[in-house]
């Protein structure tokens, strides 16, 4: 049995570890070790963006990160944003910017790190920040309507 490095980090506001290889996925530490399930692996090759969650408030794609690049650093799942911001969670269900769920954690991460960085965003700025979220039901405009219907 090999011994792993016990690897300390922020998760949704609050210290965890992780006793793991630093090559292990960030997302498989997320749902298995700490049983936050909301994150999707898609592809598992960086290509969907289910998987999408912020790593010191900047979306990063949890399939591509080794666990050990977040040693010190903090991560927030669409666990925690869907508590911080159940306003575009909602929105996202009235204007039927959520179907059949795959992509949608990913969606929302993505979302709300661009309506933190900029609330006005116009169709163009988020057509480009949704570029790396695949999403096979909606047509996206739903999608684009949610965060646009939550200006003002």
Do not use: W
């Not at 490095?5 to 506001?13: I, R, Y």
């Not at 965890?16 to 994150?39: I, V």
């Not at 977040?70 to 925690?80: F, K, N, Y």
């Amino acid at each position: 049995m090999t011994d792993h490095p016990t690897l300390a980090f922020e998760v949704n506001g609050e210290a965890r570890e992780c006793n793991a290889s630093p090559e292990m996925r960030l997302l498989d530490c997320l749902r298995y070790d700490f049983g936050l399930t909301g994150s999707k692996e898609g592809c598992g090759e960086g290509e969907c963006g289910a998987c999408t969650v912020l790593l010191d408030g900047q979306p990063v794609l949890s399939c591509l990160v080794p666990v050990g690049q977040c040693a010190g650093r903090r991560v927030e799942t669409v666990e925690a944003i869907a508590e911080k911001d159940p306003e575009l969670v909602e929105r996202m269900t009235e204007t039927g910017g959520i179907q059949c769920g795959a992509c949608t954690p990913g969606i929302v991460v993505t979302l709300y790190s661009l309506r933190q960085a900029n609330p006005e965003a116009s169709r163009e700025e988020i057509r480009r920040a949704l570029a790396g979220n695949l999403c096979r039901c909606t047509g996206y405009e739903g999608i684009f309507r949610a965060l646009e219907d939550g200006h003002g």
